[in-house]
């Protein structure tokens, strides 16, 4: 069984589903993790002496850390830009969602809720983009059949 969890930074999967995802990857799911931009923006916890510039860096070697502390079976690392995920070509970022689950076949999809956790607007563009390729999206009809099966979506504020 696998579980992807579709999230916007390095960072979010230890802060809002770090123990999801550990009792999983321990219980023996493949657990496997999106994340669509290297946090470059948040700056909070800067290593001393470490440059703005350093930031992209910093947060992709934590994110790899936290993979193997979690357990995780695989972490993918997109290039999308902090902050900004909303202006970037959502057909594309749509896409390439709908492919990592088309391959990965989970059986569930884990990511933030409609509020986005705290508002953040990187969370909730991309959990509308996730919710919208699978066909669950309640605000229109189903852009497509849920791919391979998937049985579920998961998240903080979804039913």
Known sequence: MRLLAVLAHPDDESMGTGGTLYRHA???VDVHLLCVTRGGEGWQGKPPGATKEDL????TRELEEAGKALGLAAVELWDYPDGEVGDCDQAEITSR????IRSLAPAAVLGWGPDGGYGHPDHM???CLHRRRRGLDRRG???GPVPHGLRRAVGPSLP
């Open 26 to 28: 321990t219980a023996g």
């Open 141 to 143: 009809p189903p852009s």
């Open 56 to 59: 992209p860096r910093i947060r």
């Open 97 to 100: 969602i709908a492919e990592s």
């Open 125 to 127: 563009r991309r959990r």
